[in-house]
């Protein structure tokens, strides 16, 4: 359905800009602005000087390109179904570093709305301003300036292998000219296709072109819930199915037009959008586009700014951390940390709080070290220029990349717990490349690299690959003779070949189901150095090379202290860890007459923002009988469900529960509280056990939601069993 808002027709319904379809063409541009607001030409002509125009060279080299009639080099095979996840991840995690495109109305105002100056690419609702007041920079989008050439060079220069752009944020506004809707750039002065004209640019380079999709629309009116303030725009008649089938019909033509290489949904939090659709989303993007990544914001499980998914049932191809670089990354799956250069994702005039080059290729080290990507953000002006701040620094960056991008591009996780001075990150092969990130360097020529058990067939500066650094040993461990002064004050990349896999003393990790246990539970100690023995006692005793070696995962039946540490050649090379282990009793069966299948389920309105101890006062608007506790149909805002029964165990044994909510959500058994997720946050997964006997065994489950999402989802296993729903046949009332 072509997006009509049902008040009075947009501005641009009858905008005499509209123009024929986009063509690729380069015409005269002309600065026309139709009737812009005072505070937008004031602010318009606070930034008329731009900091930014295409340079000669890069004049030349779009002409060249145009010229020779370049074309686009190959990026991701997108149509060809992968053969499995790797192969669809593969250039993703060679790329390691990609640049983030904030780009639409809201650089217009460029953050400043009468008398306040911090907003961003939020300033509609931020600012609360008014539809028909924000319909009114459509008119005046006309970024004369935008070279897309310039953008994909910058980016090029800066070692950046993909460009992840706006089509659409959560004002609704279009970066492309939508058969959909009149709300995209097609009705506008500017005449041209952007994400096209990027993403040839991009793929002349080799830079694989995404694009950034908000579920979230602020415009459509069939999207709910409007924004809280616009209390005077209605709602009735709006279908958010509907939005659905728009949200699809607009993800089809991004990805037919433009293949992009990442499809990055946002925008997934509010309580209109669940599990259910964006699994559907997440499925029209693999029918579209099989080799196509997709983010894990496709889904409501992306547990706030942490950007874990932590929820089984979650769809998604990377998790997406926000602002943040997790402390020990995201072991044993695809991550990706997007950050500002500033504060702000879309272009604010004001903001002058920009981080440092070295703060950034620093994050850039520190993310590649643990495993991660690296997506850096810009928000270009409403003229189609950069920031000159941000077109600095991606050229600082560059010139580090220029000699470094090897330790970045392709590489994997340290093999190190950590390292003194800096960072490590890793290339294998039948000689594995360790990169030395210095930040730290030694005054006295000494560099020190504790826990490495490997013989150095090489050692040199990766700026110097020629000269070899002697490599000897002490107590710390092996010792790098490198030169008085860094070569790089930023980060100084040391090179350490080394024949076949590293071998690293690593603290072992212990891995187990559950710490508590009926009959016995399997303990899996991994210290993840191959050649490196694992060694542990039961009795609360030091490990050391006489202890039992762990050579598969370890039986415990009986309470104790598990203690374990690496051992090489017969020598302790690691701190010791330690874990308690518990043999518990079954909770006895309750005496119930036998039952129905099923739960009770109570709906209740209130406001809850954490779960009261006392509800027995509550009246219930709705009593039902279901078969599982959710997942839920549009349970609405401000309710809370309380599902009672009985859980029929047929075998006595510790039975784990995965409990996934937005908001709080608590459960007990037989009167005991099992798992505690409590209080107002996103859809999040935690777990609880309980060893029980068989029989019946009262179970409550308690939920509510404030508002926005509004996830519930109990799953439950026995021990070395997947997790899976309830069902009636093991429930009763
Ligand atoms: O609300 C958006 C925000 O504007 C920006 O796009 C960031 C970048 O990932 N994502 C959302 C906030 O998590």
Redesign the pocket.
Known sequence: MRERRNSKPPCTKRNPLRRPPLRREVTARTLGFVAPLPELLSAMRQTSTFAFSPSLPLLSLALGLAACGATPAPGPNLTAPPSNQDQRMEWWREARFGMFL?WGLYAIPAGKWRAETNYG??IRDSARIPLEVYDEFQPNWNPVQFDANAWAQMAADAGMKYVVITSK??DGFCLFDSKATTWDVGNTPHRRDILRELADACRQRGIVFCTYHSIMDWHHPDYLPRRPWETDRPTAGANFDRFERYLHEQVTEVVQRYQPGVMWF??EWESTWNHERGVRLFNLCRTLAPGMIVNNRVDVHRGG?GGFSAANEAVGDFHTP?QEIPATGLAGVDWES?MTMNTH?GFNAADGKWKSTAELVRNLIDIASKGGNYLLNVGPRADGTFPKEAVERLAQIGTWMQQNGEAIHGTTASVFDSLPFGRCTVKSGTTTKLYLHVFDWPADGKLTVPGLGSTVARAYLLAAPDTALAVGSNEAGLVVAVPNAATDAIATVVVLEIEGAPVVFRTPVITVESDSFVSGVDVVLNNRSPDVAVHYSLDGSEPSATSPPASGPVRVTNSCVLRAASVWRGTRVSAVVERTFTKVVPLPPVKVPARKEGLVVEHFAVDWQSIPDDRAGLIPKNREVVGSVGPLKNPGEHVAFVYRGYLVISQEELYRFALTSDDGSKLWIDGQVVVDHDGLHGAMTKQGAVALAPGLHAIEVAWFNRTGGAELNLQWAMPGQAFEPLSAAVTRH
């Open positions: 904030h690419e939020w944020h959560h946002d925008g700014m926000e997007c994702w």
